[in-house]
Protein backbone atom coordinates (compact mmCIF):
# COMPACT_ATOMS: atom_id res chain seq x y z
CA UNK A 1 0.00 0.00 0.00
CA UNK A 2 0.83 3.17 -0.41
CA UNK A 3 -0.07 4.74 3.30
CA UNK A 4 2.15 4.44 5.99
CA UNK A 5 0.44 2.00 8.50
CA UNK A 6 2.19 3.06 10.99
CA UNK A 7 2.61 6.47 10.89
CA UNK A 8 -1.88 6.65 9.99
CA UNK A 9 -2.15 4.77 13.17
CA UNK A 10 -0.16 7.03 15.24
CA UNK A 11 -1.81 10.13 13.28
CA UNK A 12 -5.03 8.33 14.19
CA UNK A 13 -4.53 7.29 17.79
CA UNK A 14 -3.15 12.05 18.14
CA UNK A 15 -6.67 12.82 16.67
CA UNK A 16 -8.52 10.36 18.16
CA UNK A 17 -7.05 11.46 21.83
CA UNK A 18 -8.03 15.12 20.97
CA UNK A 19 -11.55 14.12 19.73
CA UNK A 20 -11.98 12.48 22.93
CA UNK A 21 -10.35 15.33 25.00
CA UNK A 22 -12.83 17.76 23.48
CA UNK A 23 -16.14 14.59 23.69
CA UNK A 24 -15.50 14.37 27.50
CA UNK A 25 -15.04 17.88 28.02
CA UNK A 26 -18.41 18.36 26.39
CA UNK A 27 -19.45 16.14 28.27
CA UNK A 28 -18.44 16.94 31.93
CA UNK A 29 -20.04 20.30 30.93
CA UNK A 30 -23.07 19.56 29.88
CA UNK A 31 -23.88 16.40 33.10
CA UNK A 32 -22.81 19.84 35.33
CA UNK A 33 -25.34 21.75 33.13
CA UNK A 34 -28.11 18.48 33.53
CA UNK A 35 -27.71 18.49 37.27
CA UNK A 36 -28.51 21.84 37.87
CA UNK A 37 -31.52 22.39 35.34
CA UNK A 38 -33.18 19.26 35.39
CA UNK A 39 -31.67 17.45 38.57
CA UNK A 40 -29.72 13.60 39.18
CA UNK A 41 -32.84 11.55 38.13
CA UNK A 42 -32.93 12.73 34.69
CA UNK A 43 -29.21 12.29 34.25
CA UNK A 44 -29.48 8.86 35.87
CA UNK A 45 -32.29 7.81 33.08
CA UNK A 46 -29.97 9.10 30.17
CA UNK A 47 -26.24 8.29 31.20
CA UNK A 48 -27.24 4.56 32.46
CA UNK A 49 -30.53 3.88 30.94
CA UNK A 50 -30.51 5.17 27.63
CA UNK A 51 -27.03 5.49 26.47
CA UNK A 52 -26.66 1.70 27.95
CA UNK A 53 -29.57 0.82 25.02
CA UNK A 54 -27.08 2.87 22.39
CA UNK A 55 -24.25 1.19 23.50
CA UNK A 56 -25.69 -2.48 23.97
CA UNK A 57 -27.16 -2.03 19.92
CA UNK A 58 -24.01 -1.43 18.78
CA UNK A 59 -21.70 -3.51 20.27
CA UNK A 60 -23.71 -6.23 19.17
CA UNK A 61 -24.59 -5.29 15.70
CA UNK A 62 -21.59 -2.50 14.51
CA UNK A 63 -18.49 -4.00 16.70
CA UNK A 64 -18.39 -7.93 15.33
CA UNK A 65 -18.99 -6.90 11.36
CA UNK A 66 -16.58 -3.72 11.17
CA UNK A 67 -13.61 -5.65 13.23
CA UNK A 68 -13.85 -8.58 10.84
CA UNK A 69 -14.00 -6.47 7.54
CA UNK A 70 -10.46 -3.57 8.75
CA UNK A 71 -8.51 -6.11 6.73
CA UNK A 72 -5.31 -5.46 4.74
CA UNK A 73 -6.88 -3.80 1.16
CA UNK A 74 -4.61 -5.01 -0.93
CA UNK A 75 -6.19 -8.62 -0.44
CA UNK A 76 -9.58 -7.58 0.26
CA UNK A 77 -12.70 -8.66 -2.14
CA UNK A 78 -14.55 -5.22 -1.73
CA UNK A 79 -18.01 -6.63 -2.96
CA UNK A 80 -17.65 -9.13 -0.48
CA UNK A 81 -17.14 -6.81 1.94
CA UNK A 82 -19.70 -4.46 1.32
CA UNK A 83 -22.19 -7.30 0.82
CA UNK A 84 -21.09 -8.11 4.61
CA UNK A 85 -21.12 -5.40 6.47
CA UNK A 86 -25.10 -3.86 5.11
CA UNK A 87 -25.72 -6.88 6.76
CA UNK A 88 -25.32 -5.08 10.10
CA UNK A 89 -28.89 -2.77 8.88
CA UNK A 90 -31.30 -5.63 9.20
CA UNK A 91 -29.08 -7.27 12.17
CA UNK A 92 -29.49 -4.44 14.36
CA UNK A 93 -33.28 -4.07 13.46
CA UNK A 94 -33.96 -6.84 14.82
CA UNK A 95 -31.99 -6.57 18.11
CA UNK A 96 -33.39 -2.91 18.20
CA UNK A 97 -37.35 -4.54 18.55
CA UNK A 98 -35.65 -6.90 21.24
CA UNK A 99 -34.04 -4.67 22.88
CA UNK A 100 -36.30 -2.05 22.98
CA UNK A 101 -39.43 -4.17 24.49
CA UNK A 102 -36.90 -5.31 27.48
CA UNK A 103 -35.93 -1.86 28.06
CA UNK A 104 -39.46 -0.60 28.12
CA UNK A 105 -41.39 -3.45 29.49
CA UNK A 106 -39.37 -5.60 31.74
CA UNK A 107 -36.49 -3.49 33.52
CA UNK A 108 -37.56 -0.96 36.51
CA UNK A 109 -40.57 1.06 35.26
CA UNK A 110 -39.21 5.10 36.01
CA UNK A 111 -40.93 7.95 38.07
CA UNK A 112 -44.74 8.28 36.24
CA UNK A 113 -43.64 12.34 35.36
CA UNK A 114 -41.17 10.58 33.07
CA UNK A 115 -42.00 7.46 31.83
CA UNK A 116 -43.74 8.85 28.32
CA UNK A 117 -40.66 10.72 27.73
CA UNK A 118 -38.85 7.89 29.04
CA UNK A 119 -40.39 5.41 26.31
CA UNK A 120 -39.70 8.15 23.56
CA UNK A 121 -36.26 8.10 24.38
CA UNK A 122 -36.10 4.28 23.66
CA UNK A 123 -37.35 4.29 20.77
CA UNK A 124 -35.73 7.36 19.40
CA UNK A 125 -32.10 5.49 20.43
CA UNK A 126 -33.30 2.66 18.55
CA UNK A 127 -34.07 4.58 15.32
CA UNK A 128 -30.44 6.37 15.96
CA UNK A 129 -28.87 3.29 15.62
CA UNK A 130 -30.51 2.63 12.52
CA UNK A 131 -29.21 5.47 11.06
CA UNK A 132 -25.46 4.90 12.35
CA UNK A 133 -25.70 1.59 11.32
CA UNK A 134 -26.70 2.82 7.68
CA UNK A 135 -23.30 4.79 7.16
CA UNK A 136 -21.15 2.28 8.49
CA UNK A 137 -19.80 0.68 4.91
CA UNK A 138 -18.57 4.75 4.35
CA UNK A 139 -16.91 4.50 7.93
CA UNK A 140 -15.03 1.48 6.99
CA UNK A 141 -13.66 2.32 3.95
CA UNK A 142 -12.43 5.92 5.59
CA UNK A 143 -10.83 4.04 8.35
CA UNK A 144 -9.42 0.94 6.01
CA UNK A 145 -8.15 4.07 3.59
CA UNK A 146 -6.39 5.96 6.00
CA UNK A 147 -9.02 9.39 6.29
CA UNK A 148 -7.86 10.15 9.84
CA UNK A 149 -8.88 13.70 9.48
CA UNK A 150 -11.95 13.25 7.86
CA UNK A 151 -13.33 11.35 10.84
CA UNK A 152 -12.17 13.21 13.69
CA UNK A 153 -14.09 16.04 11.98
CA UNK A 154 -17.56 14.27 11.49
CA UNK A 155 -17.16 12.71 14.49
CA UNK A 156 -16.97 16.31 16.45
CA UNK A 157 -19.78 17.94 14.39
CA UNK A 158 -21.63 14.61 15.27
CA UNK A 159 -20.84 15.88 19.09
CA UNK A 160 -21.01 19.37 19.06
CA UNK A 161 -24.83 19.22 16.88
CA UNK A 162 -26.38 16.81 19.33
CA UNK A 163 -24.77 18.59 22.39
CA UNK A 164 -26.07 22.73 20.70
CA UNK A 165 -29.45 20.46 20.16
CA UNK A 166 -29.81 19.05 23.17
CA UNK A 167 -29.23 22.46 25.16
CA UNK A 168 -31.15 24.67 23.24
CA UNK A 169 -34.58 21.97 23.31
CA UNK A 170 -34.15 22.12 27.39
CA UNK A 171 -33.53 26.07 27.28
CA UNK A 172 -36.83 26.09 25.43
CA UNK A 173 -38.71 23.40 27.30
CA UNK A 174 -37.30 22.37 30.37
CA UNK A 175 -40.36 19.79 31.49
CA UNK A 176 -39.06 17.79 28.80
CA UNK A 177 -35.33 17.03 29.06
CA UNK A 178 -35.35 13.52 27.93
CA UNK A 179 -37.23 14.31 25.01
CA UNK A 180 -34.50 16.69 24.21
CA UNK A 181 -32.06 14.36 24.53
CA UNK A 182 -34.48 12.04 22.04
CA UNK A 183 -34.27 15.01 19.62
CA UNK A 184 -30.38 15.25 19.26
CA UNK A 185 -30.00 11.49 19.26
CA UNK A 186 -31.81 11.65 16.08
CA UNK A 187 -30.93 14.79 14.61
CA UNK A 188 -27.01 14.14 15.23
CA UNK A 189 -27.19 10.71 13.66
CA UNK A 190 -28.64 11.59 10.43
CA UNK A 191 -26.19 14.06 10.09
CA UNK A 192 -23.15 12.13 10.87
CA UNK A 193 -24.35 9.68 8.31
CA UNK A 194 -25.28 12.32 5.60
CA UNK A 195 -21.84 13.81 6.29
CA UNK A 196 -19.77 10.50 5.24
CA UNK A 197 -21.87 9.70 2.92
CA UNK A 198 -21.69 13.69 0.96
CA UNK A 199 -17.91 13.34 1.17
CA UNK A 200 -17.70 10.11 -0.78
CA UNK A 201 -19.89 11.49 -3.06
CA UNK A 202 -17.85 14.66 -4.16
CA UNK A 203 -14.31 12.36 -3.32
CA UNK A 204 -14.82 9.40 -5.39
CA UNK A 205 -15.60 11.67 -8.80
CA UNK A 206 -12.86 13.77 -7.79
CA UNK A 207 -10.23 11.14 -7.59
CA UNK A 208 -11.64 9.50 -10.91
CA UNK A 209 -10.60 12.88 -12.50
CA UNK A 210 -7.44 12.66 -10.75
CA UNK A 211 -6.49 9.58 -12.20
CA UNK A 212 -7.51 10.35 -15.84
CA UNK A 213 -4.94 13.70 -15.70
CA UNK A 214 -2.80 10.96 -14.03
CA UNK A 215 -2.50 8.82 -17.29
CA UNK A 216 -1.72 11.84 -19.16
CA UNK A 217 1.05 14.04 -17.01
CA UNK A 218 3.31 11.70 -15.70
CA UNK A 219 4.61 14.26 -13.38
CA UNK A 220 1.41 15.32 -11.57
CA UNK A 221 1.23 17.89 -8.66
CA UNK A 222 0.94 15.69 -5.55
CA UNK A 223 -2.56 16.06 -3.55
CA UNK A 224 -4.53 14.26 -1.25
CA UNK A 225 -5.60 11.65 -4.19
CA UNK A 226 -1.95 11.07 -4.73
CA UNK A 227 -1.30 8.16 -2.17
CA UNK A 228 -4.96 6.52 -3.69
CA UNK A 229 -3.82 4.20 -6.37
CA UNK A 230 -5.10 1.20 -4.75
CA UNK A 231 -8.58 2.73 -3.66
CA UNK A 232 -11.35 0.26 -5.85
CA UNK A 233 -14.30 2.69 -6.00
CA UNK A 234 -15.15 4.16 -9.58
CA UNK A 235 -18.38 4.74 -8.73
CA UNK A 236 -20.40 6.43 -5.43
CA UNK A 237 -23.39 3.55 -6.14
CA UNK A 238 -20.72 0.72 -5.63
CA UNK A 239 -20.78 1.59 -1.91
CA UNK A 240 -24.48 -0.07 -1.87
CA UNK A 241 -24.65 -4.44 -1.76
CA UNK A 242 -25.04 -6.20 -5.21
CA UNK A 243 -23.32 -2.95 -7.00
CA UNK A 244 -19.93 -3.44 -7.25
CA UNK A 245 -18.52 -6.44 -10.27
CA UNK A 246 -17.54 -9.29 -8.01
CA UNK A 247 -16.72 -12.98 -9.95
CA UNK A 248 -16.72 -14.73 -6.22
CA UNK A 249 -19.24 -15.61 -4.19
CA UNK A 250 -21.62 -12.58 -2.48
CA UNK A 251 -20.69 -13.63 1.09
CA UNK A 252 -16.98 -13.83 1.78
CA UNK A 253 -16.66 -17.16 4.12
CA UNK A 254 -13.83 -16.94 6.14
CA UNK A 255 -14.81 -13.67 6.45
CA UNK A 256 -18.41 -14.52 8.03
CA UNK A 257 -16.88 -16.96 10.04
CA UNK A 258 -14.84 -14.45 11.96
CA UNK A 259 -17.52 -12.17 12.15
CA UNK A 260 -19.82 -14.78 14.05
CA UNK A 261 -16.49 -14.67 16.54
CA UNK A 262 -16.52 -11.37 16.82
CA UNK A 263 -20.33 -11.30 17.72
CA UNK A 264 -19.79 -14.00 20.56
CA UNK A 265 -16.73 -11.54 21.64
CA UNK A 266 -18.63 -8.88 21.63
CA UNK A 267 -21.69 -9.98 23.43
CA UNK A 268 -19.03 -11.15 26.47
CA UNK A 269 -16.79 -7.73 26.10
CA UNK A 270 -19.94 -5.60 26.37
CA UNK A 271 -20.85 -7.17 29.89
CA UNK A 272 -17.42 -6.70 30.59
CA UNK A 273 -17.36 -3.26 29.50
CA UNK A 274 -21.05 -1.98 30.80
CA UNK A 275 -21.29 -4.60 33.25
CA UNK A 276 -21.68 -2.64 36.69
CA UNK A 277 -24.80 -0.50 34.19
CA UNK A 278 -26.50 -3.90 33.40
CA UNK A 279 -26.08 -4.41 37.32
CA UNK A 280 -27.77 -1.59 38.21
CA UNK A 281 -30.45 -1.52 35.62
CA UNK A 282 -31.48 -5.08 36.00
CA UNK A 283 -31.11 -5.18 39.62
CA UNK A 284 -32.52 -2.11 41.74
CA UNK A 285 -28.88 -2.08 43.27
CA UNK A 286 -28.84 2.32 42.97
CA UNK A 287 -31.61 4.61 42.40
CA UNK A 288 -31.31 6.58 39.76
CA UNK A 289 -29.99 9.38 41.27
CA UNK A 290 -27.60 7.19 43.23
CA UNK A 291 -26.90 5.83 39.11
CA UNK A 292 -26.05 9.58 38.03
CA UNK A 293 -23.88 10.31 41.15
CA UNK A 294 -22.03 7.01 40.20
CA UNK A 295 -21.74 7.63 36.93
CA UNK A 296 -20.12 11.19 37.05
CA UNK A 297 -17.40 9.69 39.40
CA UNK A 298 -17.17 7.15 37.01
CA UNK A 299 -16.22 9.30 33.77
CA UNK A 300 -13.99 11.51 36.02
CA UNK A 301 -11.82 8.21 37.02
CA UNK A 302 -11.55 7.29 33.73
CA UNK A 303 -10.14 10.31 32.00
CA UNK A 304 -6.84 8.29 31.36
CA UNK A 305 -8.60 5.66 29.95
CA UNK A 306 -11.09 7.88 27.64
CA UNK A 307 -8.58 10.20 26.39
CA UNK A 308 -5.91 8.52 26.14
CA UNK A 309 -5.69 4.34 26.82
CA UNK A 310 -8.79 4.07 24.11
CA UNK A 311 -7.40 5.71 21.32
CA UNK A 312 -4.22 4.24 21.38
CA UNK A 313 -6.10 0.50 21.95
CA UNK A 314 -8.03 1.09 18.54
CA UNK A 315 -5.37 2.69 16.72
CA UNK A 316 -2.96 -0.26 17.99
CA UNK A 317 -5.78 -2.95 16.78
CA UNK A 318 -5.70 -1.54 13.38
CA UNK A 319 -2.07 -1.63 12.97
CA UNK A 320 -1.44 -4.88 13.90
CA UNK A 321 -3.95 -6.33 11.99
CA UNK A 322 -1.84 -4.53 8.76
CA UNK A 323 1.62 -6.13 10.47
CA UNK A 324 0.82 -9.67 11.49
CA UNK A 325 -0.70 -12.44 9.88
CA UNK A 326 -3.77 -14.25 11.50
CA UNK A 327 -3.12 -17.91 10.56
CA UNK A 328 0.36 -17.84 10.30
CA UNK A 329 3.69 -18.14 13.15
CA UNK A 330 5.78 -15.30 13.37
CA UNK A 331 8.92 -17.20 12.37
CA UNK A 332 7.23 -17.85 8.79
CA UNK A 333 6.47 -13.97 8.50
CA UNK A 334 8.27 -10.82 7.52
CA UNK A 335 10.94 -10.54 10.09
CA UNK A 336 10.83 -7.10 9.20
CA UNK A 337 7.20 -6.27 10.24
CA UNK A 338 7.77 -8.38 13.13
CA UNK A 339 10.54 -6.58 14.61
CA UNK A 340 8.70 -3.49 14.07
CA UNK A 341 5.45 -4.62 15.51
CA UNK A 342 7.19 -6.40 18.53
CA UNK A 343 9.11 -2.74 19.27
CA UNK A 344 5.97 -1.10 19.16
CA UNK A 345 4.00 -3.32 21.63
CA UNK A 346 7.17 -2.92 23.58
CA UNK A 347 6.79 0.98 23.69
CA UNK A 348 2.97 1.03 23.77
CA UNK A 349 3.27 -1.05 26.90
CA UNK A 350 5.77 0.92 28.22
CA UNK A 351 3.75 4.37 27.74
CA UNK A 352 0.54 2.78 29.35
CA UNK A 353 2.22 1.50 32.42
CA UNK A 354 4.05 4.86 33.27
CA UNK A 355 0.80 6.53 32.75
CA UNK A 356 -1.50 4.00 34.86
CA UNK A 357 1.09 4.22 37.36
CA UNK A 358 1.67 7.94 37.84
CA UNK A 359 -2.43 8.40 37.74
CA UNK A 360 -2.33 6.27 41.10
CA UNK A 361 0.21 8.12 42.35
CA UNK A 362 -1.82 11.25 42.50
CA UNK A 363 -5.03 9.64 42.48
CA UNK A 364 -4.95 9.04 46.31
CA UNK A 365 -4.03 12.32 47.36
CA UNK A 366 -5.73 14.80 45.02
CA UNK A 367 -9.31 12.45 44.68
CA UNK A 368 -11.15 15.33 47.31
CA UNK A 369 -9.09 18.36 45.40
CA UNK A 370 -10.26 16.96 41.82
CA UNK A 371 -14.06 16.42 43.09
CA UNK A 372 -14.33 19.84 44.78
CA UNK A 373 -12.86 21.80 41.91
CA UNK A 374 -14.96 20.10 39.58
CA UNK A 375 -18.50 19.87 41.30
CA UNK A 376 -18.59 21.53 44.53
CA UNK A 377 -18.88 20.96 48.03
CA UNK A 378 -21.94 18.67 47.94
CA UNK A 379 -19.95 15.85 45.17
CA UNK A 380 -17.73 15.49 48.28
CA UNK A 381 -19.87 15.95 51.63
CA UNK A 382 -20.40 11.92 50.84
CA UNK A 383 -16.77 10.56 51.47
CA UNK A 384 -18.25 7.72 49.04
CA UNK A 385 -17.09 9.60 46.02
CA UNK A 386 -14.31 10.63 47.24
CA UNK A 387 -13.31 6.71 48.14
CA UNK A 388 -14.79 5.76 44.31
CA UNK A 389 -12.17 7.81 42.55
CA UNK A 390 -9.33 6.38 44.44
CA UNK A 391 -10.12 2.89 43.90
CA UNK A 392 -10.46 4.00 39.76
CA UNK A 393 -6.88 5.18 39.61
CA UNK A 394 -5.87 1.46 40.63
CA UNK A 395 -8.12 0.12 37.98
CA UNK A 396 -7.03 2.49 35.53
CA UNK A 397 -3.22 0.59 35.33
CA UNK A 398 -5.21 -2.48 34.80
CA UNK A 399 -6.83 -1.10 31.36
CA UNK A 400 -3.93 0.56 30.55
CA UNK A 401 -2.08 -3.15 30.12
CA UNK A 402 -5.28 -4.65 29.15
CA UNK A 403 -6.27 -2.35 26.41
CA UNK A 404 -3.08 -2.43 24.48
CA UNK A 405 -2.28 -6.28 25.38
CA UNK A 406 -5.75 -7.67 24.06
CA UNK A 407 -5.65 -5.34 21.33
CA UNK A 408 -2.52 -6.98 20.09
CA UNK A 409 -4.32 -10.32 21.16
CA UNK A 410 -7.71 -9.54 19.10
CA UNK A 411 -5.52 -8.32 16.12
CA UNK A 412 -3.72 -11.52 15.73
CA UNK A 413 -5.86 -14.70 16.87
CA UNK A 414 -6.83 -16.87 14.13
CA UNK A 415 -11.17 -17.73 13.98
CA UNK A 416 -10.13 -21.05 16.34
CA UNK A 417 -8.41 -19.21 18.78
CA UNK A 418 -10.83 -16.25 18.90
CA UNK A 419 -13.48 -18.84 19.49
CA UNK A 420 -11.33 -20.70 22.34
CA UNK A 421 -10.93 -17.13 23.92
CA UNK A 422 -14.75 -16.42 22.97
CA UNK A 423 -15.60 -19.01 25.59
CA UNK A 424 -13.03 -18.41 28.27
CA UNK A 425 -14.93 -14.41 27.74
CA UNK A 426 -18.47 -16.27 28.63
CA UNK A 427 -16.29 -17.25 32.56
CA UNK A 428 -14.76 -13.92 32.95
CA UNK A 429 -18.93 -12.50 32.10
CA UNK A 430 -20.38 -14.67 34.00
CA UNK A 431 -17.44 -14.33 37.29
CA UNK A 432 -17.71 -10.51 36.69
CA UNK A 433 -21.79 -10.05 36.91
CA UNK A 434 -21.58 -12.48 40.18
CA UNK A 435 -18.84 -10.49 42.09
CA UNK A 436 -19.83 -7.59 40.62
CA UNK A 437 -23.47 -7.86 42.89
CA UNK A 438 -22.12 -9.96 45.88
CA UNK A 439 -19.82 -7.27 46.50
CA UNK A 440 -22.01 -4.18 45.69
CA UNK A 441 -24.85 -5.93 47.54
CA UNK A 442 -21.60 -6.03 50.74
CA UNK A 443 -19.77 -3.15 50.22
CA UNK A 444 -21.73 -0.72 48.12
CA UNK A 445 -20.56 0.85 45.07
CA UNK A 446 -17.01 0.33 45.42
CA UNK A 447 -17.65 -3.38 44.73
CA UNK A 448 -18.58 -2.56 40.84
CA UNK A 449 -14.40 -0.99 40.48
CA UNK A 450 -13.12 -4.20 42.76
CA UNK A 451 -15.02 -6.28 40.31
CA UNK A 452 -14.14 -4.61 37.42
CA UNK A 453 -10.31 -5.12 38.42
CA UNK A 454 -10.84 -9.06 39.23
CA UNK A 455 -11.99 -9.46 35.94
CA UNK A 456 -9.11 -7.18 33.91
CA UNK A 457 -6.64 -8.99 36.08
CA UNK A 458 -7.76 -12.35 34.60
CA UNK A 459 -8.12 -11.06 31.20
CA UNK A 460 -4.76 -9.39 31.65
CA UNK A 461 -2.97 -12.83 32.69
CA UNK A 462 -4.62 -14.32 29.26
CA UNK A 463 -3.25 -11.99 26.91
CA UNK A 464 0.10 -12.21 28.38
CA UNK A 465 0.63 -15.89 28.08
CA UNK A 466 -0.86 -15.40 24.50
CA UNK A 467 1.64 -13.15 23.48
CA UNK A 468 4.98 -15.02 25.16
CA UNK A 469 3.78 -17.94 23.43
CA UNK A 470 3.48 -16.24 20.07
CA UNK A 471 7.47 -14.55 20.56
CA UNK A 472 8.96 -17.53 22.40
CA UNK A 473 11.06 -18.69 19.35
CA UNK A 474 11.71 -15.28 18.69
CA UNK A 475 14.52 -12.97 19.61
CA UNK A 476 11.76 -10.15 20.50
CA UNK A 477 10.82 -10.07 24.40
CA UNK A 478 7.90 -7.22 23.90
CA UNK A 479 6.52 -7.82 27.45
CA UNK A 480 9.85 -6.20 28.80
CA UNK A 481 7.98 -3.15 28.11
CA UNK A 482 5.31 -3.41 31.35
CA UNK A 483 8.52 -3.56 33.83
CA UNK A 484 9.26 0.88 34.75
CA UNK A 485 12.90 1.54 35.68
CA UNK A 486 13.83 1.46 39.25
CA UNK A 487 14.69 5.10 39.63
CA UNK A 488 11.30 6.17 37.85
CA UNK A 489 9.11 3.28 40.72
CA UNK A 490 11.35 4.87 43.88
CA UNK A 491 10.35 8.83 42.50
CA UNK A 492 7.01 7.73 42.50
CA UNK A 493 6.74 6.15 45.68
CA UNK A 494 8.46 9.41 47.10
CA UNK A 495 5.73 11.64 45.25
CA UNK A 496 2.70 9.27 46.87
CA UNK A 497 4.40 9.52 50.34
CA UNK A 498 4.70 13.32 50.29
CA UNK A 499 1.82 14.30 48.44
CA UNK A 500 -0.66 12.35 50.88
CA UNK A 501 1.33 14.00 53.76
CA UNK A 502 0.52 17.53 51.72
CA UNK A 503 -3.49 16.15 51.51
CA UNK A 504 -3.24 15.82 55.16
CA UNK A 505 -0.94 19.03 56.35
CA UNK A 506 -1.36 21.49 53.31
CA UNK A 507 -5.12 21.03 51.98
CA UNK A 508 -7.19 22.50 54.73
CA UNK A 509 -4.68 25.69 54.56
CA UNK A 510 -4.76 26.33 51.06
CA UNK A 511 -5.82 23.99 48.15
CA UNK A 512 -3.72 25.92 45.65
CA UNK A 513 -0.62 24.66 48.04
CA UNK A 514 -1.63 21.49 47.96
CA UNK A 515 -2.44 21.64 44.50
CA UNK A 516 1.57 23.28 43.90
CA UNK A 517 3.02 20.28 45.99
CA UNK A 518 1.80 18.22 43.11
CA UNK A 519 2.78 19.93 40.23
CA UNK A 520 6.42 19.89 41.90
CA UNK A 521 6.59 16.42 42.39
CA UNK A 522 4.69 15.65 38.86
CA UNK A 523 7.50 17.50 37.36
CA UNK A 524 9.82 15.27 39.13
CA UNK A 525 8.71 12.25 37.95
CA UNK A 526 8.30 13.44 34.26
CA UNK A 527 12.32 14.01 33.82
CA UNK A 528 12.95 10.97 35.23
CA UNK A 529 11.17 8.99 33.30
CA UNK A 530 12.50 11.30 30.19
CA UNK A 531 15.90 10.35 31.48
CA UNK A 532 15.40 6.66 31.48
CA UNK A 533 13.90 6.68 28.20
CA UNK A 534 15.78 9.57 26.18
CA UNK A 535 16.09 6.76 22.86
CA UNK A 536 12.55 6.77 22.69
CA UNK A 537 12.41 10.39 22.75
CA UNK A 538 14.61 11.01 20.41
CA UNK A 539 13.06 8.54 18.03
CA UNK A 540 9.79 10.78 18.81
CA UNK A 541 11.75 13.76 18.19
CA UNK A 542 12.90 12.42 15.04
CA UNK A 543 9.48 11.13 13.52
CA UNK A 544 8.57 14.51 13.98
CA UNK A 545 10.76 16.37 12.08
CA UNK A 546 10.60 14.37 9.30
CA UNK A 547 6.62 14.19 9.88
CA UNK A 548 7.22 18.31 9.72
CA UNK A 549 9.61 18.90 6.75
CA UNK A 550 7.09 16.03 4.53
CA UNK A 551 4.37 18.50 5.12
CA UNK A 552 6.24 21.73 3.96
CA UNK A 553 7.68 19.80 0.98
CA UNK A 554 4.26 18.98 -0.29
CA UNK A 555 3.28 22.58 0.60
Same mark, same amino acid.
Given at each position: ????????????????????????????????????????????????????????????????? *????????????? $??????????????????????????????????????????????????????????????????????? *?????????????????????????????????????????????????????????????????????????????????????????????????????????? !????????????????????????????????????????????????????????????????????????????????????????????????????? #????????????????????????????????????????? #?????????????????????????? #???????? !?????????????????????????? $?????????????????? !??????????????????????????????????????????????? !?????????????? #???????????????????
Amino acid at each position: MARNILKSSIENASFSIVFQVLFRCITFILNAYIIRTVGQEVLGIMNVRLLLLESTILFLSKEPI *LKACLTNTSTINW $AQVINQIWLSVPLSSVINITLVYVWINILTPTDDKYQHQYELGCYAVALSCIVEQVSQVVVLVAQNFCFVR *LKVVIDTLYVVSRTIIFVYYVETEPEYPINAFSIAQIVSSVILCLSYYGFFLWYIPALNKVKEIKKKEKNAEKNIFSDMSDFPFTSFIQLFPGIMENKEAMLDSKL !FVLTMSFIKQSVVKQVLTEGERYVMTVSPVLTFSQQSVYDIVNNLGSLAARFIFRPIEESAYFYFTQMIKRDEILTKQNKKQVAESAEVLSQLCKIVVTIG #LVVVTFGQAYSYSFLYLYGGQKLVENNLSVVLLRFHSFAIV #LLAINGVTEGYVFATMNNQQLDRYNY #LMVIFSVM !FLLISYILTYIIGPVGFILANCINMT $ARIVHSLNYIHKQFQDTE !FTPLDGLIPGKKFLITLILSGIVTILSEIYLLEKSIFIHIGAGAVFF !FIIVSIWALDNMTL #LRLGLEKYKSRKSSFVKQD
